[in-house]
């Protein structure tokens, strides 16, 4: 079973991913993830969404400019119940389907 049927087996209407990315490069990562029949596709041109949660990283040491920790969260009737944020940018630990299915 998929993440994403996973999360509809627990009622979750929509998986949506979000990047600080134009909408181009969120297209070109749907298509090449084979996703868009799963997986809602957004992009955050110049991280305003991001900003407003306050999970924001200024990347440019890197050269890559203002992104987003990795974060999941888990939003009914447009209220956010969980949200959770990596502490570093290289961690993969509560961003991931497996911990925010837990948490539903």
């Known amino acids: 079973m998929s993440w994403c049927q996973k999360f509809k087996s627990k009622g ?14 969120m297209n070109g990562w749907a298509e090449k993830l ?3 029949e799963v997986i809602e596709f957004y992009g955050d041109f110049d991280g305003s969404f991001h900003k407003s949660l306050v ?3 200024d990347l440019t040491s890197a050269l890559l400019g ?3 920790h990795r974060w999941s969260a888990f939003v009914e009737d447009g209220k956010v ?5 990596e502490k570093v940018p290289s961690e993969f630990e509560v961003s991931g389907g ?3 299915l837990g948490q539903i």
């Open 34 to 36: 084979q996703a868009k």
């Open 55 to 57: 999970i924001s990283v």
């Open 98 to 100: 497996h911990h925010i």
């Open 12 to 25: 979750v209407d929509s998986v949506i991913c979000v990047s600080v990315n134009d909408p181009y490069v």
């Open 66 to 68: 203002h992104r987003s």
């Open 81 to 85: 119940k969980v949200l959770n944020a």
